[in-house]
């Protein structure tokens, strides 16, 4: 698995600028605590630690409840409400399916 962080700003329906990404990537296969640890991971390796919260689809977490998978990271964690949000999170989709495969 290859998780991507990307650190943006954006506003309510675009990104603004990409501030830095991180990436991680481990062998094992996908679970929940495996995906959770992989992608606190990857936002820890983020150039700068990001300010605002941590967004998310609900789908990488198997549907698991915001607060509950927001233990593991800091700072806030939430799923996606915004369009700028969810163009962040697409970005860092085809950052990892471009890292994954240059590791294959």
């Known amino acids: 698995m290859v998780a991507a ?3 943006a700003r954006i506003d309510s329906a675009r990104i603004r600028s990409v501030e ?3 990436f991680a990537a481990v062998r094992e296969g996908p679970t929940l605590e495996a995906t ?3 992608t606190a991971e990857a936002v820890g390796n983020l ?3 990001p300010e ?3 967004v998310a689809e609900g789908g990488e977490f198997y ?4 607060d509950r998978v927001g233990l593991s990271f800091q700072p806030d964690f939430k ?5 700028g949000e969810r163009e962040t999170v697409q970005a860092a989709h085809h950052a990892a399916y471009a ?3 240059l590791l294959l």
């Open 5 to 7: 962080a990307v650190h």
């Open 20 to 22: 830095g990404m991180g």
């Open 36 to 38: 959770v640890a992989l």
């Open 47 to 49: 150039p700068e630690p």
């Open 52 to 54: 605002g919260p941590i």
């Open 63 to 66: 549907e698991e409840p915001a």
């Open 79 to 83: 799923y996606v409400e915004s369009i």
């Open 99 to 101: 890292a994954r495969d």
